[in-house]
């Protein structure tokens, strides 16, 4: 058949007395009677000029039948080139129909449907039967249509194949409506796998599983494969199952859902796990069921959970302390029998109140807040008072839990009546405060002591020996026709007594600085550093920032009693070979550190120093005076004393 449609010729004869233009008409001749031969050969040439006309009308029907057919046709030769194609072949294809005789059908096929195309005609050139595919084309506009294609051989010959013929039709919105299907239960599917509920589908009329999903598995234990097509009876004990067939039953019957809030269910490693289920029937177009969809909650642990806070709660009904439940609102929502003992109202009562009426001081503006941190930190310890029904006020010990169950936030609290240990520690802190009194009576009788023999010591001692070394002088510069050695003798114990004399009144000065009444802090630090460092060689640098002139002499006697044994420290065990002293002002009071860069100590467990006596009673000492003591010391690191004592309000900067 061509590519183009074909003009059918006109085989009519010309019309009788037609005029030619500029001719002589002829002479209308005068009809001969025909023969009986010649009227049977017009006859049959009359009958042959209708058949070549209805022919042409039949070709031209099948030429507009080929062209605008909804299926694109194609002739091949055994190439697979194109031969011939219809309109619709080239709308198809994006091309000219004319255009595409002479090229090659794979051409216009998708780069990734290759292959299947030429499978497809080289089996229909192998076999000469009907072979049929589906492809995507593409067309020379970027955008590619599905087809299908069903193709036949074409023999000129019997058993010899010149041609092969193809139809194509589009199916571009069939393989739409698959893809779109495709992805909607690929979506369905990923949302059923991804549940944390088991799902399962059974047949309506025999109740064997055709779907499972993954949580389903993890459940049982048993593979969806290994389910498919068998029902209950094929995994689950006799009872089991009759009690899950009964109940699909029902469903089925009644076209309902079903709910059943707990079943038990034996899974393939025999643990016994019970879920919350709903079954539902899906139902045909006629109305009558044609599955059986199921939704199982595995509810063990939860079960579970609920057994014991059964449990906790019979528990806490007979703890000896009392426990509270309470909601956001501070309402109280149960009590056990503690609480009604402790507080003397009934349970009834307290359930009828709020934790600001037991409480005085915890008002409702402070709730919210309060909510908040427990719901921060979890747990909170403190204690406070609840009033009785009686109106008394019992000191309690409380444990707030911040808790949330099922979508719901609670507070239990444990409350402990600490009125025994409240007296205990009231008992225990006045026994503190006589032990601090008689500490600080002591220290005083020791400094009273102190003072005492200093003045001895001075008015007597330091005297005398002075007299004595005065007398040995004047001896010394009378003249006498002694013996040298005597005089030598004399001048020795001159010597000796002098020494004697400065040495008893260093040891006043450490019994008791004087300085400090005269001339005042600062300058006995300076000078008692001095006075160390000239005896010991080492080097001893002083900081002095904003110290008052006018210090109060107890806090100036603590600050220079603890210089002294810091020092006397560090000449012992330091093996220092620096020391920085330093005494500032601060807001409310005075400090003092000394700090070596000797070989510093090992701390005891929480940061303390190891303290021996002179570190307890430099403690002592300043805690008398409510200040503060700090050790800082690592091995090979050094050791810094701070120390902090109040100053009163009325102290002026020097």
Known sequence: MAATRKTPKRTAAAKTGTKSNGATPRPVATPQPLSENDASQVLQNEELRRAQMELEAARDRYVDLYDFSPAGHFTLDTHGTIVEANLRAGTLIGINRNELVGQSLAHFIAAEDQDTFHRHYQDVLR??????????????????????????????NPGHITHWRTALLDISDRKRAEDEVRRSETFISSILENLPDMIFVKEAKDLRFVRLNQAGEDLLGYLRGELMGKNDYDFFPHDEADFFTATDREVLACGRLLDIPQEPIQTRFGEVRYLHTKKIPIVGKDGTPQYLLGISEDITDRKRVEEALRLAKFSMDRAADAVYWIDPQAKILDVNEAASLMLGYSKDELCAMTIHDLNPDFQADMWPGFWAETQR?????????HRAKNGRLIPIE????Y???????????????????????????QREMQLESLSAQLLQAQEEERRRIARELHDDFSQRLAALAIDLRTVQREPSDSKPWGVSRLQQLGNLAEQLATELQQISHRLHPSILEHVGLEAAVKEHVDEVSARTGLPIEVMVLAVPKDVPLEQALCLYRVLQESLQNVRKH??????????????????????????GFETAQGGEGRKGL????????????????????????GTEVHVWVPLDAGTSDG
């Open 398 to 401: 409380v444990s707030v839990n």
């Open 377 to 385: 930190r979890g747990t909170l310890v403190f204690e406070t008072a």
């Open 403 to 429: 808790l949330s169950y099922e979508g719901k936030e609670y507070h239990c609290a444990f409350v402990r009546d600490i009125t025994e240990r409240k007296r205990a520690e009231a008992a225990l802190r």
């Open 614 to 637: 002179g570190f307890t009673s430099m403690e002592e000492r300043v805690k008398r005076h409510h200040g503060t003591f700090h050790i800082r010391t690592k091995p090979g690191e």
């Open 127 to 156: 076999t000469g039967l009907r072979q049929t595919c589906e492809v995507q084309l593409r067309e020379a506009t970027g955008v590619s249509h599905w087809v299908h294609f069903e193709s036949l051989a074409a023999h000129n």
């Open 574 to 599: 330091a093996l220092a070979t620096t020391v920085l002293v330093r005494l500032f002002r601060t807001g409310r009071g005075l400090g003092l550190c000394v700090h070596d860069d000797g070989q």
